[in-house]
């Protein structure tokens, strides 16, 4: 008994637990793989939306988007017409970046920065998949 008090006095001193055993292992292995196949199949039964992301000026914005959703990778090409779920349309709604805003005023010529979000992969929505 006195060997588990000073166990789990040396677990609080050092901050770490001790590894799993297998059996725990596979338990959350299990969880886990039950847990990814629940969200794809949510992914799928999803509504679908025929989507285009347009290419930008730079040569970053002409390389294909990555987004990932529930631990599901979706590599977008642009210029081309897709088809997504509903929760990869809410992932490019949530993609945003500042970007500086240089505003003079017309009798100080002082000049102000501020910043605003502007969405990192504008996409123009087609309609529902058919």
């Known amino acids: 008994m006195s060997q ?3 166990e789990k006095a040396k677990e609080k001193e050092s901050g770490s637990k001790p590894p799993l055993t297998t059996e725990e292992s596979e338990r959350l292995n299990q969880s886990v793989q039950k847990s990814e196949a629940q969200a794809v199949a949510q ?3 999803q509504r679908k939306v025929r989507i285009v992301i347009p290419s930008g000026r730079g040569e970053h914005e002409k390389c294909p988007v990555t987004l990932g959703v529930n631990g599901q990778s979706y590599l977008i090409e642009r210029d081309k017409e ?11 709604e949530l993609a945003v970046e500042k970007q500086p805003l240089v ?3 017309p009798v100080t010529r002082e000049r102000t920065m501020s910043f605003v979000a502007v969405p990192r992969f504008p996409y123009r929505r087609i309609g529902e998949a058919v």
Request: no cysteine.
């Open 4 to 6: 588990m008090k000073e």
């Open 103 to 105: 505003s003079v005023d």
């Open 43 to 45: 992914l799928r039964q």
């Open 82 to 92: 897709v088809e997504v779920p509903e929760a990869v349309i809410h992932a490019l």
